[in-house]
Nanobody
Framework: QVQLVESGGGLVQPGGSLRLSCAAS????????IAWFRQVPGKEREGVAC????????HYPESVKGRFTISRDNAKNTVALQMNSLNSEDTAVYYC???????????????WGQGTQVTVSS
């Protein structure tokens, strides 16, 4: 049984940092590509980072490039998302997801976590 469990969300002030973690079981993060998506009510789910299972290459949209960093720990079978210089537009529920390849479309992902709330507010 595949499970992805996110942790690390919470309330942070503008300009602050937060580190999210995605713990995988039933699949290996050194094989599956793992992505982070975020979603706010009324909007589509948006991809913010992906790390390729086969190559370890990372991908980011322009909206977070230079502020977010995705990394993985193969030994612990976890993927982290380090988020710096946060602003109110980063407020969302953040999900990790697994697919055989990094892709922009959420529908391309086979497995999803339950999500963790990130709120950026003073």
């Amino acid at each position: 049984q595949v499970q992805l469990v996110e942790s690390g969300g919470g309330l942070v002030q503008p300009g602050g940092s937060l580190r999210l973690s995605c713990a995988a079981s039933g699949i290996g993060v050194d094989y599956y590509s793992i992505a982070w998506f975020r979603q706010v009510p009324g909007k589509e789910r948006e991809g913010v980072a992906c790390i390729s299972g086969s190559t370890g290459a990372t991908h980011y949209p322009e909206s977070v490039k230079g502020r977010f960093t995705i990394s993985r720990d193969n030994a612990k079978n976890t993927v982290a998302l380090q988020m710096n210089s946060l602003n109110s537009e980063d407020t969302a529920v953040y999900y990790c997801a697994a697919s055989e390849m990094c892709a922009i479309q959420p529908g391309r992902y086979d497995y999803w976590g339950q999500g963790t709330q990130v709120t950026v507010s003073s």
